[in-house]
């Protein structure tokens, strides 16, 4: 028999054996920690410790903080004015004829509800948007740990097959001093020993790569190494694609957080609407005289929102809020286009390579 033929024999075999036996593996990786890590102790540090995370929780709690401003009316005005203080004097308290004391208040009609509601939306959207930043976290902790799996079970195999390959040569260099096999033979085996050398720095390559994007996502120092990763168990999914079609657009954070953007835009159209009805100014004074009996007053005020010269202000408003609607409602069609997309692609990915395992 050739020896590129014994060569490649033993190759499959022991790449078969090497897929069968993990347990004994890991004497042939010896740059990988002794300790096993699983999916969901890495899943679990990235979701404690990635700060994208924790940046989008922290930007839930400023959405809901904005949720009482705009219920909020503005704040009440208090002051005192004083009239007739002769020019001599500096003490209008003691010479002025009168001193009123004034409180008011602007009390807006119809605007602060459909404000709280956009507020609330807001909120509901940035929380979504948080679920979004979580659910691809968790997509590229999975895609980081298949690399690692790879990786380090190519590095078992290669380590095995340098060890056979290792005894062919030495095999065949013994043959060839006793006239068995040609020099050509020997020059071949030593050829495919340089190749898995060469491939094993690839993999090796691969494996730092893999492991910096682990510890990006986890915040850990970019040169920890990840421990021996666990087996992927091979799941099929017993959904249709039509059913994991429905099940995206039902449950989808960005196609949620989309529909929340525009019930905001739906509440900020209406605010914008009612900025045609005028606010009311209520203001009460106490006058107190130098002279004579203490009187008081009091006064309602209006603002005229329909004014030639400020009501293109509100108008405006109203046209841009109702393009925002309009355009987050084509933005949300677009979007469920795109994840039903996206499902399929990954199911017939999926599918694809279920048949290569079988």
């Known amino acids: 028999m050739r020896i590129l033929s014994v060569l490649f024999a033993s190759t ?16 042939q990786h010896p740059n990988a920690p002794d300790s096993t ?12 410790n990635n700060p994208a995370l924790q940046a989008s929780r922290l930007r839930i709690q400023g959405a809901e903080a904005r949720i009482p401003q705009t219920a909020a009316w503005d704040d009440p005005q208090a002051g005192v004015e004083f009239y007739a203080t002769p020019v001599t004097s500096a003490n209008p308290f003691k010479n002025g004829m ?3 004391y004034f409180l008011q ?7 602060k509800s459909p404000m709280e509601d956009a507020a609330r939306a807001n909120s509901r959207m940035v929380e979504q948007q948080s679920a979004g930043v979580e659910r691809n976290l968790v997509a590229r902790v999975k895609t980081a740990y298949a690399m690692l799996y790879a990786a380090q079970r190519r590095l078992e195999v290669n380590a095995e097959n340098h060890r056979l390959l290792g005894q062919i040569v030495e095999s065949a260099r013994g043959k060839y001093s006793v006239g068995i096999a040609t020099q050509s033979d020997v020059l071949k085996a030593q050829v495919e020993l340089a190749k898995l050398e060469n491939e094993r720095s690839s993999i090796e390559q691969e494996l730092r790569a893999a492991e910096a994007m682990m510890n990006a996502l986890r915040a850990a120092p970019p040169g920890t190494m990840v421990p021996r990763v666990a087996e992927i168990a091979i799941h099929e999914s017993p959904e249709s694609l039509e059913q994991l079609q429905e099940r995206a657009l039902a449950n989808r954070p960005e196609l949620a957080a989309m529909q929340s953007e525009i019930e905001m835009n739906r509440a900020e159209l209406t605010a914008s609407r009612r900025m045609k009805i005028p606010d009311l100014m209520l203001k009460g004074t106490y006058k107190q005289m130098r002279e004579g009996t203490d009187l008081w007053a009091a006064m309602i005020g209006f603002n005229i929102p329909i004014a030639p010269w400020s009501s293109g202000k509100y108008s405006g408003k ?3 809020n109702e393009v925002n609607v309009r355009s987050g409602e084509l933005d949300l069609a677009d979007m469920r286009n795109m994840a039903a997309s996206e499902v399929r692609d990954a199911w017939t990915k999926t599918r694809s390579r279920l048949e290569q395992v079988r």
Do not use: C, H, W, Y
């Open 12 to 27: 499959v075999v022991f790449s078969l054996l090497a897929s069968e036996s993990r347990a004994d593996n890991q004497a």
């Open 37 to 48: 890590v699983t999916l969901a102790q890495l899943m679990k540090q990235v979701l404690q």
């Open 98 to 100: 009168e001193t009123d």
């Open 105 to 111: 208040q602007m009390i807006p009609l119809g605007k």
């Open 318 to 320: 109203a046209e841009e």
